[in-house]
């Protein structure tokens, strides 16, 4: 009888790909953690015990929007991250059960709009609790989750009906399943990227407005925010990818590459949006009288801003894919 194999190592039999990946999440915490250290913590002045006395204490840091300032996006971010967990475990659900393999075109167009429309269609249907007033709702002008949809709606249709055309040429990816489709991308994709999208926003919100309410606006708080705008584009664009792996109709030629660098590809799309999309409403002050309040940012404005945004990432993706040498085709009936 020969001799037993050798035991493989636990190292050894780990997937190569899932050491790069490894490697360069500890890389990029390492370098947020080093820059961590050089931010100051932010003060301001309150009053004292004594009479006419001041003293120094340090700023509250804040997740979501404040309650009584600006109500409407505080309210808002909270509808908007506790619906996120029902579609989500809706798609855990959808990839565990495989139920995609029998919805055909108009299946897909369905969930996907049902995944969607919520963030629309509820607070039409019943105002948030920051756009109500003792005397009703207020003004729909100042509401911030319409603002925040528009916003969202403009940016994923951009994203899906060009971005999506550098990730066929440059990644090699494609949509293989059956699906009505707009600009050869499924329209399905168009109505869950809004899903997708409004969830991954309202979430960096909370973590950029962590950073600036905590610390001193000086030139490490930019330094650090820059890097923390980084890391969350590749660590979201990383974590869709891999989560979408589950889904056998979108496929890339090289699934280790998609992780790597395809990740970084399609993190630039965020890059630019995460810190624009905190723009929008971020500085009302007095929102809390009757949905008025000042520094609210108008719908015209909402457009516009994200109409710029996605032409800045176009240009970003362009400039990779000439500093790659690839050529770039659209096809409006198949790639």
């Keep these: 009888m020969g001799r037993p194999a050798p035991p493989v190592s636990l190292i050894a039999s780990i997937p190569p790909i899932w050491i790069t990946m490894g490697k360069i999440f500890l890389t990029l915490f390492a370098v947020l953690f080093a820059l961590s250290t050089t931010l100051t913590r932010a003060v301001r002045i309150s009053k004292g015990r004594g009479e006419g006395t001041l003293r120094f204490v340090e700023a509250k840091a804040r997740f979501l929007a404040d309650a009584k300032e600006n109500p409407s996006k505080h309210h808002a971010e909270i509808f908007i991250l506790k619906y996120s967990a029902v579609w989500i475990l809706s798609v855990g ?199 008025g309040g000042k520094g609210r940012t108008t719908h015209w404005t909402t457009f516009w801003e994200a109409m710029g945004s996605g032409m800045a990432v176009l240009c970003l993706l362009d400039f990779v894919r000439v500093h790659l040498g690839l050529d770039f085709c659209m096809y409006a009936k198949g790639h």
């Design 93 to 291: 659900v959808v990839i565990a059960s495989r139920a995609y393999e029998w919805w055909g075109r108009w299946g897909y167009i369905v969930y996907c709009g049902a995944c969607a429309a919520p963030y629309v269609v509820t607070p039409l249907l019943r105002p948030l609790k920051g756009d109500r007033t003792p005397a009703g709702a207020s003004s729909i002008a100042t509401w911030y989750i319409l603002k925040a949809n528009a916003w969202i709606a403009v940016f994923s249709f951009i994203g899906n009906y060009w971005y999506t055309h550098y990730f066929y040429g440059v990644l090699k990816a494609n949509y293989t399943f059956d699906a009505h489709r707009l600009n050869d991308v499924p329209i399905s994709m168009y109505l869950m990227t809004h899903a997708y999208f409004m969830f991954y926003h309202a979430l960096t919100n909370c973590a950029l407005r962590f950073v600036k309410s905590k610390y001193e606006d000086d030139a490490a708080r930019w330094v650090f925010t820059c890097a923390l705008v980084a890391v969350m584009a590749y660590t979201t664009a990383f974590m869709e990818s891999l989560t979408i792996c589950g889904f056998p109709y979108y496929t890339f030629a090289d699934r280790d590459k998609a992780y790597t660098l395809g990740s970084a590809f399609y993190g630039i799309y965020f890059l630019v949006s995460f810190p624009m999309f905190l723009r929008v409403d971020e500085d009302v002050v007095g929102g809390g009288k009757r949905g």
